[in-house]
Nanobody, 128 residues
Framework: QVNLVESGGGTVQPGRPLRLTCKVSADTTTTLKCMAWFRQAPGHEREGVAWKRPGLGLGLAYASSLKGRVTISHDKDKNTLNLQILMALPGDTAVYYC???????????????????WGQGTQVTVSS
């Protein structure tokens, strides 16, 4: 069983940085092999933002639409999956979700169907 709780959402001004945190709690029988952030804007499908293998420096990728503005990281000591958007834009307004999978990230890592567990989501609004 895995429990995911996102935090850090709210309203941010355009051009300002945005940092989201997902607290990951997994029981000892569950092995997490892929972790990701998704987002869903009103009227749009859920889209992958970034994925990462758990641990330090073990592979990650970003959606092409966000590449250069976003960083994903996993703090194993704190059991958190973090997402930072360096310069928020109005198009970043969405509900952001973290998700985990017991399958490796090497396939379909930006497909929502891959992931077994999801957080409840945190609303991010980029507005002046």
């Amino acid at each position: 069983q895995v429990n995911l709780v996102e935090s850090g959402g709210g309203t941010v001004q355009p051009g300002r940085p945005l940092r989201l945190t997902c607290k990951v709690s997994a029981d000892t029988t569950t092995t997490l092999k892929c972790m990701a952030w998704f987002r869903q804007a009103p009227g749009h499908e859920r889209e992958g933002v970034a994925w990462k293998r758990p641990g330090l420096g073990l592979g990650l990728a970003y959606a092409s639409s966000l590449k250069g503005r976003v960083t994903i990281s996993h703090d194993k000591d704190k059991n958190t999956l973090n997402l930072q958007i360096l310069m928020a834009l109005p198009g970043d307004t969405a509900v952001y979700y973290c998700a985990t999978s017991q399958d490796d990230c090497s396939w379909a890592a930006f497909e929502a169907e891959k992931y077994d567990y999801w957080g409840q989501g945190t609303q991010v609004t980029v507005s002046s």
